[in-house]
């Protein structure tokens, strides 16, 4: 279940300030320092980092 599963269904999900910023990154990681201790958390970050790679790569502008 999404962690804003009920927020959702709710509509009290809202955006607090009406700005948007053109940004190269499309994933950005927040995590407790402890989570990397933990058994895969890590992989599990470095997963998800090669992952934002790839769709970087996919999602690049065409260069001639």
Do not use: N
């Amino acid at each position: 279940m999404s962690m804003i599963a009920d927020e959702l269904e709710a509509h009290t999900l809202i955006i607090p300030v009406d700005i948007r910023l053109p940004l190269r990154e499309s994933y950005f990681l927040a995590w407790d320092r402890s989570a990397l201790q933990k058994p895969y958390g890590s992989e599990f970050r470095d997963w998800v980092m090669a992952i934002s790679r790839r769709q970087a790569q996919i999602s690049a502008p065409a260069t001639f």
